[in-house]
């Protein structure tokens, strides 16, 4: 219908509300009783839909109801969602399908059809849509082999070296070399057994925690993180607070597997976690398939927000999905997470409490990870089914400035 409406709007009898195309209908007028769009604050890649009020002077068949849009050269780049329909002196209310927009000038108008006929109506409105940078993006592309900062002015990732202090309770180093580009545009995070020999995860379970750990490794894996703990005392190495930031991922599958997608404040050199804060934008465990966590944690005392969120029917963990956030650092801001562009769950400012203004209102930094065992027996550890070496292939990592939800 979109391509439809851009031939015959040529035709059209431009800002005539009356509609004189055949003898059935020259008595029927058209009048657009309101039109707004969706956003207040449109921004470039936020999709938004537009709403019209409309009514007629008798009963009018319409083969197509469209809001078209002009941009700044007067092309046309309408929103989506024509529809045949019938209008009466009773108002109908319409709503596009959403469409996202490149920064700009738009003009925005009702327009039907009748007998191939195009009638362009007043009012004609504008809305204005600001620029909305990507502050981050990575897609990964590189020769087979190359590390996680390839193509990168300067680096970004770093390993973590907490798997000394069991951080996520793990039984697993960590080691950069088991994050690697696969030459085809991906950055892949591999589990396997190949542990450097003496290498130790932590402590065992129910001893004091001596100076050193004294949990042998079981398995070597990755986690990237943008604090740079081992050559710069953890400062990190970009920052954001609030905007969008969205993973295109697919996760392994198997018992103990524990991949993540997240942020952690960028102070958490200086402030203890939670008061740090922590957005989950994606964990998933991989003997639950069909499920992704998304949570919150942030507060001198942890708010732990979230829960368990179900894919749709017939899809995996192991499927390719955008997983995102959109969020409002605001005093009155949000965090909303989405999956393949659908949002999920929100937690407003309200709902967080004082957590918000510890934890929320300043720049977090980024980390990319593929835990084995742990999660103080949330995870599990592997079991005979578990199949290595385990991938987390990650298809690209990108950051707006601004919410697109």
């Known amino acids: 219908m979109a ?13 005539a509300a009356t509609l004189t195309a055949s003898p059935a209908s020259a ?18 890649a936020r999709p938004m839909t537009a709403t019209a009020k409309v009514r007629a002077s008798g009963t009018l068949a319409v083969q197509a109801l469209t809001i078209a849009v002009r941009d700044s050269a007067g092309q046309v780049v309408d929103f989506p969602g024509a529809i045949a329909t019938t209008l009466t002196t009773a108002t109908k209310t319409f709503t596009t399908d959403a469409r996202a927009y490149p920064a700009g000038t738009y ?12 009638t362009e109506l007043t009012p004609r409105k504008t809305f204005t849509v600001a620029a909305n940078p990507i502050t981050f993006d990575q897609d990964f592309s590189g020769a087979a082999g190359g590390g996680p900062n390839t193509g990168l002015a300067a680096p970004v990732w ?12 793990s039984i697993a180093e960590y080691k950069l070399d088991h994050a690697q580009l696969d030459g085809q545009g991906h950055l892949v995070l591999t589990a396997d057994q190949n542990v450097t020999p003496g290498a130790m ?8 925690h001596g100076e050193e750990p004294d949990l042998p490794c079981r398995y070597a894996t990755a986690r990237l993180t943008m604090l740079d703990w081992e050559g710069n005392d953890g400062l990190p190495t970009w920052t954001q607070a609030g905007g969008h930031l969205e993973a295109r991922m697919k996760a392994p599958l198997g018992k103990g597997l524990w991949p993540a997608f997240w ?38 005392e942890d708010i732990n927000f979230g829960d368990s969120t179900p894919l ?49 209102r300043h720049p977090h930094t980024l980390i990319l990870n593929l835990a ?34």
């Open 3 to 15: 391509a439809r409406f851009r031939v015959l709007v040529a035709a059209a009898v431009l800002g």
């Open 27 to 44: 008595a029927v007028t058209v009048t657009v009783d309101a039109l707004t769009v969706g956003n207040s604050a449109p921004v470039a």
């Open 107 to 118: 003009t925005y108008f009702v327009a039907y059809e009748v007998g191939n006929v195009w």
């Open 158 to 169: 770093f390993n973590d070296p907490c798997w000394h202090q069991a951080c996520t309770g």
């Open 201 to 208: 995860c932590g402590w065992q379970p129910g001893t004091d």
């Open 263 to 300: 942020t952690v404040g960028g102070n958490n050199a200086q402030v203890d976690w939670p008061a740090s804060g922590e957005i989950d934008v994606m964990e998933t465990l991989g003997d639950h398939p069909a499920l992704v966590e998304q949570h919150a944690h942030g507060g001198l």
């Open 312 to 360: 749709p029917e017939g899809e995996g963990i192991d499927d390719w999905h955008t997983y995102a956030v959109d969020w409002d650092a605001g005093a009155n801001g949000y965090i909303k997470w989405s999956i393949d562009g659908v949002v999920t769950r929100t937690l407003t400012a309200a709902a967080a409490g004082a957590a918000w203004a510890q934890s929320f």
């Open 372 to 405: 084995v065992g742990g999660g103080d027996g949330w995870v599990g550890d592997p079991d005979a089914d578990t199949v290595f070496p385990a991938r987390l292939v990650v298809d690209q990592v990108r950051a707006y400035q601004k919410p697109l939800a």
